[in-house]
């Protein structure tokens, strides 16, 4: 990858599970707020629709995915395309380690949910820098 | 009366009509006794939504003008209830959406608010604003033929305008539609969104548009008034616009505020059935051409 490509940090839709409301935010602080110059995000439906300008954007390029459920939307989707995912993560893995954890609702996260999210985010964050080193 | 939607967001992550898409779809949710559909879910593995979606009315609200979420309700043979772009409603509220940001502010929290109340309770107005009132059904038409094309104008009691729209009085009450050059121009006519009901649209104002695979038309309201109700038939069955636009595919009900006026800057069937006639050719010679 060259030094100015960003990391596509891809989530699952994130609708009406509170999984995919965490991989959803967890998605949005990490290229909103923790690195923004070497991450972006794309909107699964333009993957899925198969939308030209989403498949050129993602066809051989780096990508993070992050899914809620087993069902893995997104990393099937990507891979699909032809994402070149360097890491694949689950909010459902990450919810083990975090045993009696109340994230909260589909529609709003506790703040153990946003605690949770906040780790996501920064381990995105840590393996965003790591690729971005590899392409130097 | 508690509503109970399908609701079909827009995926809504890398733009901001999107979060809203997402925000109005989540607030519909809450408030009323709705189910959500997971666009990328629903497409990639739909056995989840299938029930959902088939039995209840769907709401689909779009993000931006890509429609993706119209384009899976289509792609899934859905009819759609009621529908929203989010990037018409900004425009018409006057919100301007920030270009990067993928956090809502205040102004898109609020506005989120009222287009979600504002689907919540827009069949509550319906029901207690329309009235019953009888429109005479034409006894027969004017024809125009073309071709294999055949274009009907009912005779008396309707007024048109020359941008294919119709309106019949009756009392200070009128039904609008479109008219037979209208779906016959569009082909099959697959979605119907409604215009408000309970606000004051003016003369030659938008009033509902409907949609084919060719085309949108934006309905062009022939009088001024206030909307008391709409032809919910349609929303279930927008293909009543094709079998007679001028019966069962009328589009809104308004209570008239001015008409003795307007009227004048009306045609009738026959001032109507020129307009008809030279449009008519002059689409034929332009297909000669191409």
Redesign the interface.
Known sequence: MSINEKVKVI???????VF?LMA?EA??RT??QLCPDKAE??????V??G?AEAEAGIDGKPCITIDGCP?M?SA??VAIIGGDIKEEFKVLDIMKEHKGAQPGT??ELTTDGWTIVDKIAATLHERVQQIHGEGR | MTKKYAVLPCNGLDKCAGQMAREIALTVCEKTDSQLICPVFYRVADARYNKIANENPLLVIDGCATRCASKLAAEKNLKIYRKMTVTDETQKHGVTLAIEPLRLWEDEINLCAALAAELIKEEDVAESMAAAVIYPVPGDYLIHTKDKFMFRIPPEGFYFTENDCWVQPVGNRARIGVADYVQQSLSDIMFFTPPPVGVEVEQFGEAGAIESGKAVFELVCPVSGKIVAINKELLNSPEKINENPYEQGWIAELELTNFDEEKDFLLDADGYLQVLKRKVDEFHVNQRKG
């Open positions: 989530p699952c839709s994130g609708m009406g599970k995919g959803r998605a949005l290229v909103g995000t794309m909107c699964l439906a333009y899925v629709t939308d069902k939307c099937k989707s589909a529609t």
